[in-house]
């Protein structure tokens, strides 16, 4: 196994399945776990944010908590009033200090905890997932500040799924596979390492019990049901559940789509369209979705059984290839979809303005219906043999009457 090795004033991220990197891991490097055997050298005091809640005294208000999170890293109480003003003004809990943190949102705790963290002077910060509750303008406000926090001469290890912040924010990268440093070197190539564990479609797990959750259920297998699929078209995952332990009653089940950036584009839990699981000690199922219309490349579908907790989590479960044919009726040059993380199905419509006051004529110059389109595309793909690929655009040519 590879040394894991940590230096000062440097920004680190860490990749791999969250399984191998949160738990064992970080609680190790946070000293809230003790390691089963090797040795860990830290020097200087260490601030985790690893889940919202951790280091926090649930009865005890916000003001306390700080105080309390101050004593655990060591500092006097001199020290953390010296900070205090800016720990509450960062937080912008200010009206709620008084409170009892058990009565927080879990955006509240977050705040609360990383400006704890991050004003409380640690000589390395430790950031996991746990910054995705927050909404996006704290999300870059926390983001800053750790920079801010690595510029004077700090470490700090940073954790995310978010390849667009880690290739932004970090120099050097590590990745875990199979609980050992698979790889330890520049950000880009960890990035590709990690991306690349999800570029085939996996089908089934030999391991489904070292999962995350409370494990009474396992799904055991899932694949989409073919290679490629258009972007504007019906996507399918099919998939199977076995029960594994004692009955929890009824369940939902959730996905997440997640890009090639790591970035989630779009969260589809069952409880939205009236889909629950019953106990039994076989599932099968197919997962399907149409929009967002997804832009070309690959995609990967993480899966959730959920019982009130969460019984079993799958990351990476399978992935999506989006075919490179660009679900509209008319092509043009590459910046018309360079921006935005999907596509849109629109509609532009324009006509003459009449300065007598009367209605503004339209008339659609270019009459082919959805449906049209449909049976041209399958006609089409039979003829030339490749499977089908929606073309569907309600950009039609408009003209004035």
């Known amino acids: ?77 001199a020290e953390i009033k010296a900070k205090f003003d800016e720990i509450v003004a960062f937080s912008e809990v200010e009206k709620f200090l008084d409170t009892p943190v058990k009565r927080y949102s879990s955006g509240m705790y977050v705040r609360l905890a990383f400006a704890v963290a991050a004003h409380l002077e640690p000589e390395i910060l430790i950031v996991d997932e746990v910054l995705a509750v927050g909404d996006a303008e704290f999300q870059k406000k926390c983001l800053g500040k750790m920079h801010d926090v690595a510029t004077g001469g700090r470490t700090v290890l940073f954790v995310s799924h978010n390849m667009q912040a880690v290739s932004v924010l970090c120099s050097r990268g590590l990745f875990l596979s199979g609980g050992s440093i698979a790889y330890a070197g520049t950000i880009q190539e960890t990035i590709d390492l990690y991306l690349s564990t999800f570029s085939k479609t996996r089908g089934s797990e030999e391991f489904p019990d070292r999962r995350p959750g409370s494990g009474e259920y396992r799904y055991i297998a899932a694949s989409p049901a073919r290679e490629y699929f258009g972007g504007a078209e019906e996507k399918t995952v099919n998939f199977e559940i076995q029960r594994r332990n004692k009955l929890v009653g009824r369940m939902w089940l959730s996905a997440l789509i997640v890009d090639s950036g790591g970035i989630i584009v779009a969260q589809c839990d069952s409880r939205l369209v009236g889909t629950w699981v019953e106990d039994c000690e076989r599932v099968a199922g197919q997962f399907r979705f149409t929009t967002p219309w997804l832009k070309p490349g690959s995609y990967r579908i993480d899966l959730f059984i959920c019982a009130g907790p969460i019984v079993d989590r799958w990351e990476g479960a399978c992935s999506l290839m989006i075919s490179p044919v660009l679900p509209y009726l008319h092509s ?70």
């Open 1 to 77: 196994m590879c040394p894991l090795k940590l230096s000062r004033g440097r920004w680190s991220a860490l990749s791999g399945e969250m399984a191998q990197v949160n738990l064992p891991c970080l609680k190790i490097l946070s000293r809230i776990t003790e390691p089963t055997e090797g040795r860990i050298h830290i020097k200087g005091r260490v601030a985790s944010l690893l889940e919202v809640g951790t280091g926090f005294h649930p009865e005890l208000t916000g003001r306390e908590n700080i105080y309390l999170n101050g004593s655990i890293l060591g500092m006097s109480r």
């Open 332 to 401: 043009a040059s590459q910046d018309v979809t360079e921006h935005g993380l999907i596509f849109a199905d629109f509609a532009w419509e324009t006509g003459e303005l009449i300065t007598d006051g009367r209605s503004t004529a339209m008339q659609k110059a270019n009459g082919e219906t959805r449906n049209e389109l449909h049976q041209q595309d399958a006609q089409h793909s039979e003829e030339v043999g490749i499977w089908p690929v929606s073309m569907v655009s309600r950009a039609d040519q408009i003209s004035s009457s």
